[in-house]
T-cell receptor
């Protein structure tokens, strides 16, 4: 059983399209995250939800909109995709703040052409 | 503000050599947690270790060891007798006790040459 699963694993799309990435965790964790990893491997937090409530919203273009229908799911919708959105997007979950580490999904490689 | 610095962008060593990956952190909190993650070429992010700010004991796990020194705000990672399978990007990370997120260093790409 995969603890944090993301779909799709690869996504190739044209500029201007709208796309979604889905994430589900079966660990019973309260908090979920989206991170973006750029071509230089830098991991930057985008959003976090705790029990369906948005708690972190970093400086991300408003073309990116997270949605959490329940605490086990956190989806990422991206409107009007741009070339610079090409990256690997990681979903993660965490039991609680503080000393608890993340469990990451396997990542979604988004390529905008 | 919290910050993690991994000054070594890329390291190459020959198999069986020992290698140390440096990590320096900044935080104003007295209670915080430090982590190391590994990202092999396959791309997944794998948790390696967590250390809290009150526990400065060094840790050893097989060929891996970690040296936590609060006096120098460092949490260095050593691989002994490196193997080709250790080739990966390694991330050091920090979480403050009251913070909802973990921040990552920029990573060190480690190449183990056969």
């Amino acid at each position: 059983d995969t603890a944090v699963s993301q779909t799709p694993k690869y996504l190739v799309t044209q500029m201007g399209n709208d796309k979604s990435i889905k994430c589900e965790q079966n660990l019973g964790h309260d908090t979920m995250y989206w991170y973006k990893q750029d071509s230089k491997k830098f991991l930057k937090i985008m959003f976090s939800y705790n029990n369906k409530e948005l708690i972190i919203n970093e400086t991300v273009p408003n073309r990116f909109s997270p949605k959490s229908p329940d605490k086990a799911h956190l989806n990422l919708h991206i409107n009007s995709l741009e070339l610079g959105d090409s990256a690997v997007y990681f979903c993660a979950s965490r039991a609680r703040r503080g000393g608890y580490g993340y469990t990451f999904g396997s990542g979604t490689r988004l390529t905008v052409v | 503000a919290q910050k993690v610095t991994q000054a070594q962008t890329e390291i190459s060593v020959v198999e069986k050599e020992d290698v140390t990956l440096d990590c320096v952190y900044e935080t104003r909190d007295t209670t915080y947690y430090l982590f190391w993650y590994k990202q092999p070429p396959s791309g997944e992010l794998v948790f390696l270790i967590r250390r809290n700010s009150f526990d400065e004991q060094n840790e050893i796990s097989g060929r891996y060891s970690w040296n936590f020194q609060k006096s120098t705000s460092s949490f260095n990672f050593t691989i002994t007798a490196s193997q080709v399978v250790d080739s990966a990007v390694y991330f050091c990370a920090l979480s403050e006790n009251r913070d909802d997120k973990i921040i990552f260093g920029k990573g060190t790409r480690l190449h183990i040459l056969p």
